[in-house]
Nanobody, 119 residues
């Protein structure tokens, strides 16, 4: 099995910054991609950013230029650096990882971490 542990959410003022972390653990032989999604109250979950095993990245238009996704392969950890935060970035942020073990490939979701942008 593969487990994810997220951290780094919280309350921040508009224009502020936060960094989210998501660490994957288990008998992982390869991580195909790591990404972040978010879900605001009353809205559907949406992709925020994703990074592949080849370090290709993709971002939602709403966060381009403000958010940066990165990964530490040695630690099986993905980060989301968020800057110039806006109230509309308020949501629960979920880490998503596709990881391969000797048994199978897993699509795993984190428990979610709340990000609130408010003055």
């Amino acid at each position: 099995q593969v487990q994810l542990v997220e951290s780094g959410g919280g309350l921040v003022q508009p224009g502020g910054s936060l960094r989210l972390s998501c660490a994957a653990s288990g008998s992982i032989s390869r991580i195909n991609f790591m990404g972040w999604h978010r879900q605001a109250p009353g809205k559907e979950r949406e992709l925020v950013a994703v990074i592949t095993s080849g370090d290709d990245t993709n971002y939602a238009d709403s966060v381009k230029g403000r958010f940066t996704i990165s990964r530490d392969n040695a630690k099986n950890t993905v980060y989301l650096q968020m800057t110039s935060l806006k109230p509309e970035d308020t949501a629960v942020y979920y880490c998503n990882v596709r990881a391969r073990t000797v048994i199978r490939t897993y699509d795993v979701w984190g428990q979610g971490t709340q990000v609130t942008v408010s003055s």
